[in-house]
Protein backbone atom coordinates (compact mmCIF):
# COMPACT_ATOMS: atom_id res chain seq x y z
CA UNK A 1 0.00 0.00 0.00
CA UNK A 2 2.69 2.40 0.88
CA UNK A 3 5.11 1.24 -1.98
CA UNK A 4 1.70 1.65 -4.52
CA UNK A 5 0.87 5.63 -2.86
CA UNK A 6 4.62 6.65 -3.33
CA UNK A 7 4.86 5.51 -6.95
CA UNK A 8 1.45 7.63 -7.79
CA UNK A 9 3.18 10.21 -6.52
CA UNK A 10 6.26 10.02 -7.97
CA UNK A 11 3.70 9.84 -11.58
CA UNK A 12 2.18 12.75 -10.38
CA UNK A 13 5.02 14.67 -9.55
CA UNK A 14 7.58 16.21 -12.07
CA UNK A 15 10.38 14.08 -12.74
CA UNK A 16 13.90 14.73 -11.24
CA UNK A 17 16.42 13.29 -9.86
CA UNK A 18 15.60 12.61 -6.61
CA UNK A 19 12.08 11.51 -6.83
CA UNK A 20 13.48 9.10 -9.53
CA UNK A 21 16.08 7.73 -7.48
CA UNK A 22 13.31 7.27 -4.66
CA UNK A 23 10.52 6.32 -6.73
CA UNK A 24 12.63 3.53 -8.10
CA UNK A 25 14.79 1.83 -4.95
CA UNK A 26 12.75 2.06 -1.57
CA UNK A 27 13.34 -1.13 -0.01
CA UNK A 28 17.08 0.35 0.14
CA UNK A 29 16.68 3.26 2.04
CA UNK A 30 18.06 2.94 5.59
CA UNK A 31 15.11 4.39 8.16
CA UNK A 32 16.36 6.16 11.47
CA UNK A 33 14.44 3.52 13.97
CA UNK A 34 14.83 4.82 17.58
CA UNK A 35 14.99 2.85 20.25
CA UNK A 36 12.84 3.03 22.87
CA UNK A 37 14.14 4.10 26.10
CA UNK A 38 15.18 1.59 28.47
CA UNK A 39 12.25 1.56 31.32
CA UNK A 40 13.23 3.50 34.86
CA UNK A 41 11.73 3.90 38.19
CA UNK A 42 8.31 5.96 38.27
CA UNK A 43 8.83 8.10 41.36
CA UNK A 44 5.58 9.33 40.76
CA UNK A 45 3.79 6.49 41.22
CA UNK A 46 5.75 5.48 44.09
CA UNK A 47 4.96 8.72 45.38
CA UNK A 48 1.03 7.92 44.87
CA UNK A 49 0.70 4.75 46.52
CA UNK A 50 2.92 6.25 49.41
CA UNK A 51 0.25 9.02 49.94
CA UNK A 52 -2.32 7.22 49.18
CA UNK A 53 -1.30 4.85 51.97
CA UNK A 54 -0.98 7.69 54.44
CA UNK A 55 -3.91 8.98 53.21
CA UNK A 56 -6.09 5.39 54.02
CA UNK A 57 -4.36 5.26 57.15
CA UNK A 58 -5.16 8.40 58.43
CA UNK A 59 -9.02 8.31 57.74
CA UNK A 60 -8.83 4.64 59.77
CA UNK A 61 -7.61 6.56 62.27
CA UNK A 62 -10.27 9.18 62.15
CA UNK A 63 -12.97 6.47 62.36
CA UNK A 64 -11.28 5.14 64.69
CA UNK A 65 -11.47 8.14 66.87
CA UNK A 66 -15.27 8.84 66.12
CA UNK A 67 -16.23 5.50 66.73
CA UNK A 68 -14.54 5.72 70.25
CA UNK A 69 -15.63 9.21 70.80
CA UNK A 70 -19.43 9.38 69.62
CA UNK A 71 -20.16 5.96 68.34
CA UNK A 72 -20.29 4.66 71.65
CA UNK A 73 -22.25 7.16 73.52
CA UNK A 74 -24.96 7.03 70.66
CA UNK A 75 -25.21 3.23 70.56
CA UNK A 76 -25.74 3.39 74.76
CA UNK A 77 -28.59 5.83 73.92
CA UNK A 78 -29.99 3.92 71.48
CA UNK A 79 -29.92 0.56 73.52
CA UNK A 80 -31.51 2.51 76.20
CA UNK A 81 -34.08 3.70 73.92
CA UNK A 82 -34.92 0.80 72.47
CA UNK A 83 -35.00 -0.77 76.03
CA UNK A 84 -37.74 1.32 77.39
CA UNK A 85 -39.49 0.83 74.22
CA UNK A 86 -39.20 -2.82 75.32
CA UNK A 87 -40.28 -2.63 78.98
CA UNK A 88 -43.53 -0.66 77.88
CA UNK A 89 -44.52 -3.12 75.65
CA UNK A 90 -43.75 -6.40 78.00
CA UNK A 91 -46.49 -7.26 80.56
CA UNK A 92 -44.37 -10.04 82.37
CA UNK A 93 -42.06 -8.82 84.90
CA UNK A 94 -38.50 -10.52 84.95
CA UNK A 95 -36.69 -7.91 86.41
CA UNK A 96 -33.40 -10.19 87.07
CA UNK A 97 -32.88 -10.38 83.35
CA UNK A 98 -33.78 -6.91 82.63
CA UNK A 99 -31.72 -5.09 85.59
CA UNK A 100 -29.21 -7.33 84.11
CA UNK A 101 -29.07 -5.77 80.57
CA UNK A 102 -29.47 -2.53 82.31
CA UNK A 103 -26.07 -3.61 84.76
CA UNK A 104 -24.25 -4.49 81.32
CA UNK A 105 -25.05 -0.92 79.17
CA UNK A 106 -23.88 0.75 82.86
CA UNK A 107 -20.55 -1.47 82.49
CA UNK A 108 -20.13 -0.79 79.17
CA UNK A 109 -20.44 3.10 79.84
CA UNK A 110 -18.43 2.99 83.09
CA UNK A 111 -15.93 0.91 81.09
CA UNK A 112 -15.55 3.23 78.10
CA UNK A 113 -15.76 6.41 80.08
CA UNK A 114 -19.36 7.79 78.90
CA UNK A 115 -20.19 8.83 82.55
CA UNK A 116 -19.26 11.37 85.27
CA UNK A 117 -17.83 10.24 88.22
CA UNK A 118 -20.44 11.48 90.57
CA UNK A 119 -23.07 9.59 88.01
CA UNK A 120 -21.23 6.56 87.95
CA UNK A 121 -21.26 5.96 92.00
CA UNK A 122 -25.24 6.84 92.04
CA UNK A 123 -25.73 3.75 89.39
CA UNK A 124 -23.38 1.66 90.52
CA UNK A 125 -24.89 1.94 94.26
CA UNK A 126 -28.45 1.52 92.78
CA UNK A 127 -27.84 -0.72 90.06
CA UNK A 128 -25.90 -3.45 91.91
CA UNK A 129 -28.72 -4.81 94.60
CA UNK A 130 -31.20 -4.74 91.68
CA UNK A 131 -29.01 -7.43 90.12
CA UNK A 132 -27.07 -9.22 92.40
CA UNK A 133 -29.55 -9.36 95.33
CA UNK A 134 -32.32 -12.20 96.23
CA UNK A 135 -35.25 -10.18 95.95
CA UNK A 136 -36.29 -9.21 92.64
CA UNK A 137 -36.55 -5.65 91.77
CA UNK A 138 -39.99 -3.70 90.79
CA UNK A 139 -40.74 -2.47 87.27
CA UNK A 140 -40.47 1.69 88.94
CA UNK A 141 -37.34 0.74 90.45
CA UNK A 142 -36.05 -0.45 86.67
CA UNK A 143 -37.44 2.41 85.13
CA UNK A 144 -36.11 4.54 87.36
CA UNK A 145 -32.92 3.35 86.96
CA UNK A 146 -33.20 3.44 83.28
CA UNK A 147 -34.45 7.07 83.33
CA UNK A 148 -31.14 7.64 85.52
CA UNK A 149 -28.93 6.35 83.39
CA UNK A 150 -29.97 8.06 80.02
CA UNK A 151 -29.57 11.07 82.02
CA UNK A 152 -26.07 10.47 83.28
CA UNK A 153 -25.12 9.66 79.51
CA UNK A 154 -26.92 12.97 78.49
CA UNK A 155 -25.07 14.92 81.43
CA UNK A 156 -21.65 13.68 80.27
CA UNK A 157 -22.47 14.69 77.06
CA UNK A 158 -23.01 18.28 78.24
CA UNK A 159 -20.09 18.31 80.45
CA UNK A 160 -17.86 17.24 77.11
CA UNK A 161 -18.88 19.98 75.06
CA UNK A 162 -19.11 23.00 77.94
CA UNK A 163 -15.42 21.62 78.51
CA UNK A 164 -14.05 21.58 75.04
CA UNK A 165 -13.18 25.60 74.89
CA UNK A 166 -11.57 24.81 77.65
CA UNK A 167 -9.86 21.96 76.86
CA UNK A 168 -8.81 23.03 73.64
CA UNK A 169 -7.33 26.62 75.02
CA UNK A 170 -4.95 23.96 77.21
CA UNK A 171 -3.53 22.12 74.45
CA UNK A 172 -2.73 25.56 72.55
CA UNK A 173 -1.12 26.68 76.15
CA UNK A 174 0.79 23.26 76.54
CA UNK A 175 1.62 23.79 72.37
CA UNK A 176 2.94 27.63 72.44
CA UNK A 177 4.86 26.13 75.90
CA UNK A 178 6.81 23.39 74.54
CA UNK A 179 7.52 25.31 71.14
CA UNK A 180 8.96 28.38 73.65
CA UNK A 181 10.80 26.19 75.43
CA UNK A 182 12.40 23.97 72.83
CA UNK A 183 13.44 27.45 71.10
CA UNK A 184 14.80 28.38 74.42
CA UNK A 185 16.94 24.52 75.01
CA UNK A 186 17.66 25.25 71.13
CA UNK A 187 19.21 29.17 71.61
CA UNK A 188 21.00 27.67 74.98
CA UNK A 189 22.42 24.51 73.44
CA UNK A 190 23.97 27.10 70.39
CA UNK A 191 25.59 29.20 72.57
CA UNK A 192 26.72 26.73 74.82
CA UNK A 193 28.80 25.32 71.40
CA UNK A 194 29.73 28.79 69.77
CA UNK A 195 30.84 29.83 72.92
Known sequence: MLYSSLSLAAQVASPSAE????????????????????????????????????????LLALLYWLRNRYWRSFHLRWQLKSMSKQWASLSTNNSREEALKLYQIFDNAQRHQLLLEK????????????????????????????????????????????SLPG???????????????????SKTHRGQNHG
Open 19 to 58: NVATSQEPATQLIDIELPPQPGTNWWLGLEIGLAIVAVIV
Open 119 to 162: DAIVLKETLEPMCFSQNNASRETLVSALSTLKQALADYEKHKLK
Open 167 to 185: NLAQRLRKAVHYGMTRLQQ
